[in-house]
């Protein structure tokens, strides 16, 4: 089926726009990148009558103005891509702030539909929206709908698809922005028209309208676009912006923007808008607010949800958990019946089956994480942490919009340190973004959950949720303690003021928790089927390679030989034939602990072996050996790889048949492991450098490579040092 449109979705931060993609395009979307950075970019198709229409879910902004990179990239598809449609969605509860930014599509010319979203919560709230008003007076279709119910939304794609036919020539609005600016705006339009200045790209009349605003972004653009005319125009605004701030104390952006809303007050005013109830009264969020954002109460509240959240995932995917432990198990002891000792059935057992079987039994366990969290973001919930949070982040040097970077993190449970490294781009402040940038690692990631989980669940397994819920309040208080440090020394300046919308409460629809817990996990479970599947197969040759030496063979085999020797033919016999004995047992035994001892040293003899090793000396101080230290090692490049690591290293290292188990089993069975080696090694997982791809992130938002060095240097010397402390002081008291 050919694609006949691209079409855009457009909106507000909170204004239903996803819960509208993913009601027109379920399963068929994918997310990537938009080239260059690091925007989600999410892509989907809508298929109507006999054609399909290509739909991108532009990142949610409040303006085009160049405050954040997401309105830069919004802006850069329009111009870029110029899409047949663009289907701006409108809160009809918050249609005057909604409507700013469907005035800049207007000023821009783009072809719009207007989606008014959320026509339900207007009626509760008695607000009666005429669109059919509303459209003739700003002159683009207005469409009415609920996209969490679907309602209209049939029609709106109908009126979308209409639109898009008539292939409509981007025609800029132009509003009356003042007596001076309005002439100003004319003079400025006629030098961009005759000299043709980026008027391939964009309207002059917006283009004129950036130079006022003093859009460096667009400035920029102009410059190298033409230099002479760029600098006429940059004089021309200097010398109003200068007669302007000595007349009427203002300036040329400002009086833009008033301008804006005053057009967007003079449509409402024209019976748009009925009110049937008293617009002074309480709303339920408002009531809710009351109490879940109370000074006292709201704490509480949150940190009763977040255990609630660690009860319910642990409680309720335990089983599906140990179904997925069966599962590798008795894979892992298929193929090692049906293929010959040797290097391939070795890789596939130790480095695929038990390295990435380990990642990928964690999979229940993240998707439940996920669900809960998709449950407390649909519902608005998050934004209320947020606005908690905000007191508390201010004291420590941060500013309030840090703390969605902390919860995206994975500051709740799950989550990612990249797009958490990326939200620090709406902060204002270089160094309170800096400052947010190098602490947010410390969240307990998506990526560590699992390697938690192991340790938990193989030594405080009477605790579970108790103990996940301390090791978060754990990472917030030492990234907290942290992000003071750098603020009072490296990152010192003054603290910004934070302002924050608090979306409506909503119940969230089962479709959209669906695909959003899906998309989480589905990445999950990617990464482990091709970066971490990749790794643990490099992992497996280093701690299979180089192997023993001849000499060293020799020395095994001669003692295996001398232990056979000293037994009597009968033994031997019973041994070979499989009948069980007294002698034959004692007999297995021997050999059994021989081929450890062998296994142990080709281990400790190869390429991992030598330099976890090597760190012992320095690292036993934590309590970590050799092998530990080869996961922990790996967890450089993704802390996944601890398990699929650790997993590998002690299937390469045990080889008693009736010690087979899940990796907590053989963890609990090994004798150099204890609650407190355990709870150290969790404490240097939490805190220790971040991994390749934040630490590349780090570099890219931070703009030097020095950072990412600091990051991982800083975080690694932080977490050892936490860690021996944890483990001098442990193995002194228990």
Same mark, same amino acid.
């Given at each position: 089926?050919?694609?006949?449109?691209?079409?855009?979705?457009?909106?507000?931060?909170?204004?239903?726009?996803?819960?509208?993609?993913?009601?027109?395009?379920?399963?068929?979307?994918?997310?990537?990148?938009?080239?260059?950075?690091?925007?989600?970019?999410?892509?989907?198709?809508?298929?109507?009558?006999?054609?399909?229409?290509?739909?991108?879910?532009?990142?949610?902004?409040?303006?085009?103005?160049?405050?954040?990179?997401?309105?830069?990239?919004?802006?850069?598809?329009?111009?870029?891509?110029?899409?047949?449609?663009?289907?701006?969605?409108?809160?009809?509860?918050?249609?005057?702030?909604?409507?700013?930014?469907?005035?800049?599509?207007?000023?821009?010319?783009?072809?719009?539909?207007?989606?008014?979203?959320?026509?339900?919560?207007?009626?509760?709230?008695?607000?009666?929206?005429?669109?059919?008003?509303?459209?003739?007076?700003?002159?683009?279709?207005?469409?009415?709908?609920?996209?969490?119910?679907?309602?209209?939304?049939?029609?709106?794609?109908?009126?979308?698809?209409?639109?898009?036919?008539?292939?409509?020539?981007?025609?800029?609005?132009?509003?009356?922005?003042?007596?001076?600016?309005?002439?100003?705006?004319?003079?400025?339009?006629?030098?961009?028209?005759?000299?043709?200045?980026?008027?391939?790209?964009?309207?002059?009349?917006?283009?004129?309208?950036?130079?006022?605003?003093?859009?460096?972004?667009?400035?920029?653009?102009?410059?190298?676009?033409?230099?002479?005319?760029?600098?006429?125009?940059?004089?021309?605004?200097?010398?109003?912006?200068?007669?302007?701030?000595?007349?009427?104390?203002?300036?040329?952006?400002?009086?833009?923007?008033?301008?804006?809303?005053?057009?967007?007050?003079?449509?409402?005013?024209?019976?748009?808008?009925?009110?049937?109830?008293?617009?002074?009264?309480?709303?339920?969020?408002?009531?809710?607010?009351?109490?879940?954002?109370?000074?006292?109460?709201?704490?509480?509240?949150?940190?009763?949800?977040?255990?609630?959240?660690?009860?319910?995932?642990?409680?309720?995917?335990?089983?599906?958990?140990?179904?997925?432990?069966?599962?590798?198990?008795?894979?892992?002891?298929?193929?090692?019946?049906? /293929?010959?000792?040797?290097?391939?059935?070795?890789?596939? =057992? @130790? &480095?695929? !089956?038990? *390295?990435?079987?380990? $990642?990928? +039994?964690?999979?229940?366990?993240?998707?439940?994480?996920?669900?809960?969290?998709?449950?407390?973001?649909?519902?608005?919930?998050?934004?209320?942490?947020?606005?908690?949070?905000?007191?508390?982040?201010?004291?420590?040097? /941060?500013?309030?919009?840090?703390?969605?970077?902390?919860? =995206? @993190? &994975?500051? !709740?449970? *799950?989550?990612?340190? $990249?797009? +958490?490294?990326?939200?620090?781009?709406?902060?204002?402040?270089?160094?309170?973004?800096?400052?947010?940038?190098?602490?947010?690692?410390?969240?307990?990631?998506?990526?560590?959950?699992?390697?938690?989980?192991?340790?938990?669940?193989?030594?405080?397994?009477?605790?579970?949720?108790?103990?996940?819920?301390?090791?978060?309040?754990?990472?917030? $208080?030492?990234?907290?303690?942290?992000?003071?440090?750098?603020?009072?020394?490296?990152?010192?300046?003054?603290?910004?003021?934070?302002?924050?919308?608090?979306?409506?409460?909503?119940?969230?629809?089962?479709?959209?928790?669906?695909?959003?817990?899906?998309?989480?996990?589905?990445?999950?479970?990617?990464?482990?089927?091709?970066?971490?599947?990749?790794?643990?197969?490099?992992?497996?040759?280093?701690?299979?390679?180089?192997?023993?030496?001849?000499?060293?063979?020799?020395?095994?085999?001669?003692?295996?030989?001398?232990?056979?020797?000293?037994?009597?033919?009968?033994?031997?016999?019973?041994?070979?034939?499989?009948?069980?004995?007294?002698?034959?047992?004692?007999?297995?035994?021997?050999?059994?602990?021989?081929?450890?001892?062998?296994?142990?040293?080709?281990?400790?003899?190869?390429?991992?072996?030598?330099?976890?090793?090597?760190?012992?000396?320095?690292?036993?101080?934590?309590?970590?050996?050799?092998?530990?230290?080869?996961?922990?090692?790996?967890?450089?490049?993704?802390?996944?790889?601890?398990?699929?690591?650790?997993?590998?290293?002690?299937?390469?290292?045990?080889?008693?048949?009736?010690?087979?188990?899940?990796?907590?089993?053989?963890?609990?069975?090994?004798?150099?492991?204890?609650?407190?080696?355990?709870?150290?090694?969790?404490?240097?997982?939490?805190?220790?450098?971040?991994?390749?791809?934040?630490?590349?992130?780090?570099?890219?938002?931070?703009?030097?490579?020095?950072?990412?060095?600091?990051?991982?240097?800083?975080?690694?010397?932080?977490?050892?040092?936490?860690?021996?402390?944890?483990?001098?002081?442990?193995?002194?008291?228990?």
């Amino acid at each position: 089926m050919a694609v006949k449109f691209n079409m855009a979705l457009a909106g507000n931060p909170n204004a239903g726009k996803t819960t509208l993609f993913n009601a027109l395009t379920g399963s068929r979307q994918h997310v990537g990148n938009y080239p260059g950075v690091t925007v989600d970019k999410k892509e989907g198709v809508y298929t109507v009558d006999d054609f399909s229409v290509n739909l991108i879910d532009l990142p949610g902004i409040y303006s085009l103005s160049p405050y954040s990179e997401e309105e830069v990239v919004a802006r850069d598809y329009l111009v870029e891509n110029r899409p047949d449609v663009v289907v701006n969605i409108v809160d009809a509860a918050n249609l005057e702030r909604n409507l700013y930014l469907s005035c800049q599509f207007m000023e821009m010319g783009v072809p719009m539909v207007i989606a008014l979203n959320m026509m339900d919560v207007a009626a509760k709230r008695g607000i009666d929206v005429h669109h059919k008003k509303l459209a003739k007076l700003l002159g683009v279709p207005v469409c009415p709908i609920v996209a969490r119910s679907g309602k209209g939304i049939k029609e709106l794609m109908q009126v979308a698809v209409r639109v898009a036919e008539h292939h409509k020539v981007w025609q800029p609005l132009n509003i009356s922005y003042g007596e001076e600016l309005d002439s100003l705006i004319i003079d400025l339009k006629a030098k961009v028209e005759a000299a043709a200045f980026m008027t391939c790209d964009y309207p002059a009349s917006w283009t004129v309208l950036k130079y006022l605003e003093e859009d460096d972004l667009h400035i920029s653009r102009g410059d190298d676009d033409n230099p002479l005319i760029s600098k006429e125009l940059q004089k021309e605004v200097a010398i109003i912006s200068e007669h302007m701030e000595q007349t009427i104390s203002s300036a040329p952006d400002a009086m833009v923007a008033d301008h804006r809303y005053g057009f967007i007050k003079s449509i409402l005013r024209q019976n748009v808008m009925h009110y049937t109830i008293d617009q002074n009264r309480m709303h339920t969020s408002d009531k809710i607010d009351m109490v879940v954002t109370n000074r006292f109460a709201g704490p509480i509240i949150m940190l009763l949800i977040l255990f609630g959240v660690y009860k319910f995932t642990f409680t309720y995917s335990a089983i599906p958990v140990e179904w997925c432990e069966l599962f590798f198990s008795w894979l892992g002891g298929t193929v090692d019946s049906l /293929l010959a000792d040797g290097y391939m059935k070795s890789m596939l =057992i @130790s &480095g695929v !089956i038990d *390295g990435i079987g380990g $990642v990928l +039994g964690f999979v229940p366990l993240i998707m439940f994480m996920f669900f809960c969290i998709a449950l407390l973001e649909d519902s608005g919930y998050l934004a209320r942490v947020a606005y908690m949070m905000d007191r508390i982040f201010r004291t420590f040097g /941060l500013h309030g919009s840090s703390v969605m970077a902390f919860i =995206i @993190s &994975g500051g !709740i449970a *799950g989550g990612c340190a $990249v797009p +958490g490294v990326m939200a620090t781009r709406t902060l204002r402040s270089p160094r309170e973004r800096m400052a947010t940038l190098l602490t947010v690692p410390f969240m307990n990631c998506g990526a560590k959950l699992p390697v938690l989980a192991l340790l938990i669940g193989a030594f405080f397994s009477e605790n579970k949720a108790q103990y996940m819920f301390f090791l978060t309040l754990l990472a917030w $208080v030492v990234a907290l303690l942290v992000a003071k440090v750098l603020r009072m020394t490296l990152l010192r300046g003054e603290a910004t003021p934070f302002v924050l919308e608090l979306p409506p409460y909503r119940v969230p629809t089962f479709s959209g928790l669906m695909i959003h817990t899906w998309e989480k996990t589905w990445q999950y479970i990617k990464k482990a089927g091709t970066v971490i599947l990749g790794i643990s197969i490099i992992l497996w040759a280093m701690m299979t390679f180089p192997g023993l030496s001849s000499e060293q063979e020799a020395v095994f085999t001669a003692r295996q030989e001398a232990i056979l020797g000293q037994q009597s033919p009968e033994g031997v016999a019973g041994l070979e034939s499989g009948e069980v004995t007294a002698e034959g047992r004692a007999l297995n035994q021997a050999l059994l602990q021989l081929a450890n001892v062998r296994s142990e040293a080709a281990l400790r003899h190869s390429i991992a072996g030598q330099i976890g090793t090597s760190l012992e000396s320095l690292s036993q101080y934590a309590g970590f050996d050799w092998r530990t230290n080869i996961a922990l090692v790996g967890g450089f490049a993704a802390k996944e790889v601890i398990i699929s690591t650790l997993g590998t290293a002690y299937s390469l290292g045990e080889v008693d048949p009736e010690a087979t188990g899940s990796l907590a089993e053989t963890l609990k069975r090994d004798s150099g492991w204890n609650k407190v080696k355990a709870f150290s090694v969790i404490v240097f997982i939490m805190f220790y450098a971040p991994c390749f791809v934040t630490v590349a992130c780090i570099i890219k938002e931070a703009g030097h490579w020095k950072w990412g060095w600091f990051a991982m240097a800083f975080n690694t010397a932080f977490a050892f040092s936490l860690s021996t402390f944890v483990y001098q002081i442990g193995t002194r008291l228990f």
